[in-house]
């Protein structure tokens, strides 16, 4: 059965840098688009960026100067990492498979990570 | 940063029909691009819902049901259940993001 797993330090200090890892198991890897997904407590969702078939990466406007996606095709495994990190980053932060299909959705999630930024 | 808009909560009893909401602008659903709803239930991932304005994934019960028009999409629930108590995010591209974007969610609850 597919499924993301998902982990990396859960708690930071300020201007630290934020690292994740998300396995895929049991699907195939290079055929879909993968992503990371982030949610500020008792917030809404908020999309950090996305990994293609051939690599090539794709990041929001807001985080760019900040954040880095990478991929193992060799070990199925996608990668965050995201750079002088403050309070305001800290979230639950989700991989997920897409987008992808019609609509440009996402169908397959991780479980989430808490990172918690905190002096 | 969200740039699709939700109403925060909406209400209902059990049977009956809510619908939620999702306001979006010319670089996203206006710009002809597709709505998907998710369903996030405390505490856990967010679920695909409907996908491409109006289909339902494998699994997902009819009382569920979407649709666009223009700038704006609905999420209909009819038979409200007790278990339908959770958020619900509409998401979409937005071209001017070059990138997916969410709704601000809305917060079912069950009377």
């Known amino acids: 059965q597919e499924q993301l797993q998902q982990w990396g330090a859960g708690r930071l200090k300020p201007s630290e840098t934020l690292s994740l890892t998300c396995a895929v198991y049991?699907?195939?890897?290079?055929?879909?688009?993968w992503s990371w997904v982030r949610q500020s407590p008792g917030q809404g969702l908020e999309w950090i960026g996305e990994?293609?078939?051939?690599?090539?990466?794709t990041y929001n406007p807001s985080l760019k100067s900040r954040v880095t996606m990478s991929r193992d095709t060799s070990e199925n495994r996608v990668f965050l990492k995201l750079t002088s990190v403050t309070a305001a980053d800290t979230a639950l932060y989700f991989c997920?498979?897409?987008?992808?299909?019609?609509?440009?959705?996402?169908?397959?999630w991780g479980r989430g990570t808490l990172v918690t930024v905190s002096s | 940063q969200s740039v699709l808009t939700q109403p925060p909560s909406v209400s209902g009893a059990p049977g009956q029909r809510v619908t939620i909401s999702c306001t979006g602008s010319?670089?996203?659903?206006?710009?002809?691009?597709?709505v998907n709803w998710y369903q996030q239930l405390p505490g856990t991932a967010p679920k695909l819902l409907i996908y491409?304005?109006?289909n339902r994934p494998s699994g997902v019960p009819d009382r569920f049901s979407g649709s666009k028009s223009g700038t704006s999409a609905s999420l209909a629930i009819t038979g409200l259940q007790t278990e339908d108590e959770a958020d619900y995010y509409c998401?979409?591209?937005?071209?001017?993001?070059?990138?997916?974007?969410f709704g601000t969610g809305t917060k079912v609850t069950v009377l």
């Open positions: 491409a304005n109006t």
């Open positions: 049991g699907g195939s890897f290079s055929a879909y688009y």
């Open positions: 010319s670089s996203n659903l206006g710009g002809g691009y597709d």
């Open positions: 998401q979409s591209y937005d071209s001017g993001l070059s990138g997916s974007v």
């Open positions: 997920a498979r897409g987008p992808r299909g019609p609509g440009w959705f996402f169908d397959l």
């Open positions: 990994i293609n078939y051939s690599g090539s990466i």
